[in-house]
């Protein structure tokens, strides 16, 4: 009889106390889940720079574009070669014969790429470099379609497709960077 009254005692205070944790829990004393913040809430690196060419917040701002917007911001033109890796037709582009001294910036997203000073005549109908401003100023990416091997030039801000990188350029490097124009932007060097 005595074990059994401890027994029942026993069952009853552990009884007692899950009931007072199972309470506690559900007790709209104790503190809300954090509300979710809705995607839109929250400061979106877009937001935080705007659409500005020459925001700083680099390349995790273009990263973060949707094809709508790049669509939007960008010519068909523009768009077919930036965002699909197409290519303009040669001698159409208006910087394939340009002289003018200045700074070749990425017409997508605004950064420097290449200077007239490392421009040569290639004779293909493309604006053609031998080497960019910067080593970083564009990324190189292997490229198989059209069933050639190819090396892909991207801005590396924005991953703008800027044309191919081919070893029969001229000295110093021996590299000719082939470019599309759509997607290049001369700025002058102001006259002296
Ligand atoms: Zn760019």
């Given at each position: 009889m005595k074990w059994t009254l401890a027994l029942i005692l026993t069952a009853s205070i552990f009884a007692l106390s899950a009931l007072r944790i199972a309470t506690a829990r559900n007790s709209p004393t104790?503190?809300?889940?954090?509300?979710?913040?809705?995607?839109?809430?929250?400061?979106?690196?877009?937001?935080?720079?705007?659409?500005?060419?020459?925001?700083?917040?680099?390349?995790?701002?273009?990263?973060?574009?949707?094809?709508?917007?790049?669509r939007k911001q960008l010519t068909p033109e523009q768009y077919r070669i930036a965002r699909e890796a197409g290519t303009e037709r040669a001698f159409s582009g208006k910087y394939w014969n340009t002289h003018t001294k200045g700074a070749y910036h990425c017409a997508v997203c605004g950064q420097p790429l290449f200077s007239s000073e490392t421009k040569f005549e290639s004779g293909t109908g493309w604006p053609s470099f031998y080497q960019p401003v910067a080593k970083n100023a564009v990324t190189e990416h292997p490229d198989e379609s059209l069933g050639m091997v190819r090396t892909e030039v991207q801005c590396s801000q924005c991953g703008a497709h800027l044309g191919h990188l081919f070893d029969d350029g001229?000295?110093?490097?021996?590299?000719?960077?082939?470019?599309?124009?759509?997607?290049l932007n001369l700025v002058p060097d102001p006259a002296k």
């Open positions: 104790t503190k809300p889940a954090m509300k979710q913040q809705s995607p839109s809430a929250q400061p979106s690196a877009a937001a935080a720079c705007g659409l500005d060419p020459d925001a700083a917040c680099g390349s995790t701002h273009w990263k973060q574009k949707s094809e709508a917007e790049w001229p000295k110093p490097t021996g590299l000719r960077y082939c470019l599309n124009s759509a997607v």
